[in-house]
């Protein structure tokens, strides 16, 4: 480290903590090493409490020597996972044709430049073990596959650690940057015959609060598979295109020390407010359920913490909604693989929660999950194939919102504190804002199944339905039609109901959307949910449904609708208030 006793002249120069000029290079492995250490020696929330069991599968490596090991079931031991993106070039998998020749061995030139750099450092970590699902699960084997990314939550749960190929967008890339960093000698002021050697270097790209918008830097966390493997990891070590960061349960570090102070960042203005993402989602899970969080630590720092901490659930209800705001933006190769790239983190979730998992959406809030938005607003689509209900977000390409105006952040401590912000018309900028509560709630779930396509419950699903009572109204006739699209429609069309106006968004082909007009070739109802408090008055939402065979009393959603109204209460609805009784429908 540079100390400026040198000539006047550089004394406002900043200084800033030397970063190595390679990513992997040997003078980046102490810095791994002592946040490795430091993460073992004081934070509570990280790292498997006991000896993991192996994955069923996981490379064993031996110098070049690399081989598919077969674990015992009950065999125990550390391991490192890889996160990487597969990208448009054909990287190494196991098959079910060449599975017999990985386990003997695998050879090296078949790998990618990801892969060996990969094992190569772990190796250089004292690590005999590590997890790559290209070559950890038989690719060509849908059983197999099945089984195996079912058990994703645990598998990157247990790891010691996961390294991310951050800034590589295919296996080719390799994980490892080069850059340049120039030196100076520098004369002292008192001492002209002794010079002081000075390092320059350019500014270095940071992660920011939302990775995904910088795909240039940070490609790997632009995908949906990744979104999870990052979360559910207790620590990851990312590699970048300048540096080297280091992700856990706690804390954000990095290289130049400029992340060190995003878990201290308080106010929305600070840049690095928010940036500690993945410590916000443990500590979230944390004090949502204190005693399934630490589940695995020891009994006494369980009950002293857990008669700290009140349990707060709701806290893990908006963090689920803030989460699919998140992962649906992000790109994705299969449309089918929506709910599968997600199913770890339910599973995860679902450890904390005490309620039935129903295609992406919960049981016990199931009416307000059901309240997302197309983004942009009005531009949703369906899912060619189907692939989940209509009232679930993974029916639709493209990325979500939820209606709303809170969005929950965590300190540092786990104190939650809440910060209100109003989007500006349904850009991804807003992805995030959830609303807390839904007040005045008019409809009933009286039944409720999803059934799996496959072995993972939590996975993809080939049917689903709810059956709910609730106040429902014919809007048929009330639909303006051939209403264009354009800047000074919110939502696109309007609806009109006993004289009270509301901007409304459709999911799908409800519109024509080559020219915004509306197709009325069926009948249209609102389903009343419940309202949103916002700035002294209430949003009341419903949703739009259409009948799903003409006659029959099962419906799909097709829209969602708002009006502004001054009580939470459905009696005093100008558009529900004179319905006396409820209906029973079906929602496919």
Not at 471 to 494: A, M, R, W, Y
Request: charged share 20%; with cysteine; aromatic share 10%.
């Amino acid at each position: 480290m540079l100390t400026f006793k040198v000539c006047k002249r550089w004394n406002k120069v900043p200084v800033a903590p030397y970063v190595p000029p390679n990513t992997g290079g040997a003078r980046s492995l102490p810095q791994v090493v002592e946040w490795m250490e430091d993460c073992d020696a004081h934070h509570l929330l990280c790292g498997p409490a006991q000896l993991p069991l192996l994955p069923s599968r996981v490379l064993e490596i031996n110098g070049q020597n690399l081989r598919l090991h077969i674990s015992s079931g009950e065999e125990r031991g550390t391991y490192v996972c890889l996160s990487h993106c597969w990208g448009t070039s054909q990287v190494c998998t196991t098959t079910r044709k060449n599975i017999d020749s990985h386990i003997r061995a695998i050879d090296w030139d078949s790998l990618s430049g990801v892969f060996k750099d990969a094992i190569t450092y772990t190796q250089t970590m004292g690590g005999k073990y590590i997890w790559i699902d290209s070559l950890c699960i038989i690719q060509d084997d849908q059983a197999d596959w099945e089984l195996e990314s079912a058990k994703m939550a645990d598998i990157y749960q247990n790891a010691v650690l996961t390294i991310a190929a951050t800034h590589a967008r295919t296996g080719t890339d390799g994980m490892f940057r080069n850059f340049k960093n120039s030196t100076f000698l520098v004369p002292l002021d008192d001492e002209p015959d002794v010079t002081e050697t000075i390092h320059v270097r350019d500014r270095i790209d940071h992660i920011t609060r939302r990775p995904w918008r910088n795909p240039e830097h940070f490609p790997l966390l632009s995908r949906a598979w990744v979104y999870q493997e990052r979360y559910l990891s207790q620590r990851v070590l990312h590699f970048g295109p300048q540096e080297i960061f280091w992700e856990c349960n706690e804390t954000l570090r990095c290289q130049c020390s400029y992340l060190n102070c995003a878990n201290d960042a308080s106010s929305m203005f600070d840049l690095n407010f928010g940036v500690d993402s993945k410590s916000a989602h443990a500590r979230c899970l944390f004090r949502g359920n204190p005693r399934v969080a630490l589940a695995d630590r020891p009994a006494d720092i369980i009950e002293s913490l857990v008669a700290e901490y009140i349990p707060e659930p709701k806290l893990l209800q908006i963090r689920w909604r803030e989460m699919i705001t998140e992962f649906t933006g992000l790109g994705i190769t299969k449309p089918s693989d929506r709910l599968p790239a997600l199913s770890g983190l339910a599973k995860q979730m679902k450890r904390h929660r005490a309620t039935r998992y129903l295609a992406g959406l919960w049981e016990d809030t199931v009416f307000h999950d059901m309240l997302w938005l197309p983004v942009p607003i009005g531009g949703g689509r369906r899912q060619q194939v189907w692939q989940a209900p209509s009232w679930s977000w993974a029916s639709m390409i493209g990325a979500v919102k939820y209606v709303g105006s809170e969005t929950m952040v965590l300190e540092k401590d786990g104190a939650p504190k809440t910060i209100y912000m109003r989007d500006s018309g349904g850009s991804m900028q807003s992805a995030g804002g959830v609303a807390a509560t839904i007040e005045g709630t008019s409809c009933r779930l009286l039944e409720a199944n999803c059934s799996p396509a496959g072995l993972d419950l939590t996975g993809a699903v080939c049917s689903g339905y709810l059956k709910v009572a609730g106040f429902l109204l014919d809007v048929t006739k009330e639909i303006s039609p051939l209403f264009p699209l354009n800047s000074d429609t919110l939502h696109g069309q309007h609806l009109i109901v006993n004289g009270v106006e509301a901007s409304m968004s459709s999911d799908s082909a409800f519109w024509k959307h080559d020219n915004g007009e509306l197709r009325l070739d069926c009948e249209i109802y609102a389903l009343r949910i419940g309202c949103i408090f916002f700035v002294g008055l209430y949003e009341e939402w419903s949703l739009l449904l259409r009948q799903a065979e003409p006659g029959d009393n099962c419906f799909e959603r097709c829209g969602i609708v708002s009006v502004m109204s001054k009580s939470p209460a459905r009696e005093e609805s100008k558009w529900f208030g004179s319905l006396s009784s409820e209906t029973v429908i079906t929602l496919l």
